[in-house]
């Protein structure tokens, strides 16, 4: 387990799994709260070999577990889900313990966000899934796919024409899942920023140069600025920074 500290600080004691939960927990959890988790390298880089996982660093792995601990619901872009071989979504023993004892259920909810539900229902995402998922999209929708999904997740639409990140919010705190936990991709980031509904980003700066033209984590969307507010910074002993921003 790689040792995280806070940065600067002079405890040379690493924190622990617990104190790492509280340090990221959001203390109402009846508040609609859209948190988004990225890592990027040093000069920017938000892949490397074309996969976000390929910037990984045990530091990282450490508060994504945790992220996903807190979390009602998992928010990721259909693309992502592609790109990055996502399955069926559950998670271990020690977080299972610590949400049932404080009265959560077992397993967050999975949620892909997709406009053309371009998506397989045979795929593991949904088969292999802890409770049943949901597909978040529009009114646009093929009937088609709108009807083979359906059969094994609850589609949603949040928007007409394209999913609206507001709605998306809104309908997913309507169904008892107000802590959002969004892990991309870029796209569905942009449109988080555009449209003002984003709470939370947590950071991850991986130690290295990828240089080249890899994508931000960030895209497609008009340039919006949003000011945040620094709530922590950690630091791993491999040089790994990871930093949480709320909404100023």
């Not at 690493?14 to 508040?31: M, P, Q």
């Not at 299972?96 to 997709?114: D, M, Y």
């Not at 928007?159 to 990140?165: A, M, P, R, Y």
Request: aromatic share 4%.
């Amino acid at each position: 387990m790689s040792d995280i500290r806070m940065l600067g600080a002079a405890d040379e004691r690493g924190i622990s799994d617990d104190e790492l939960t509280a340090l990221y927990e959001v203390r109402d959890r009846t508040k609609p709260w859209l948190r988004a988790n990225f890592i990027s390298s040093v000069d920017g880089a938000a892949t490397h070999d074309g996969l976000s996982g390929g910037l990984g660093t045990p530091a990282d792995r450490r508060v994504f577990d945790v992220l996903r601990r807190l979390a009602d619901v998992i928010v990721v872009g259909a693309g992502t889900v592609r790109a990055e071989g996502y399955g069926g979504v559950r998670l271990d023993d020690d977080a299972v313990a610590w949400r049932t004892a404080r009265g959560l259920p077992e397993q967050p909810v999975f949620a892909i966000v997709s406009r053309r539900l371009d998506l397989d229902p045979d795929s593991d995402v949904f088969t292999k899934a802890a409770r049943r998922p949901i597909v978040l999209s529009c009114e646009a929708a093929p009937d088609a796919q709108r009807a083979a999904l359906s059969k094994v997740a609850d589609v949603i639409d949040c928007g007409q024409t394209s999913v609206d990140t507001l709605q998306l919010k809104e309908r997913l705190a309507e169904r008892g899942l107000p802590q959002q936990h969004s892990e991309g991709g870029p796209h569905l980031f942009g449109a988080m920023i555009e449209e003002g509904s984003i709470d939370e980003l947590c950071l991850t700066v991986s130690p290295r140069l990828e240089g080249g033209t890899a994508r931000r984590i960030t895209d497609g969307h008009l340039a919006t600025s949003r000011e945040l507010r620094l709530a922590h910074a950690l630091a791993a002993d491999d040089g790994t920074l990871l930093l949480r921003y709320v909404r100023a």
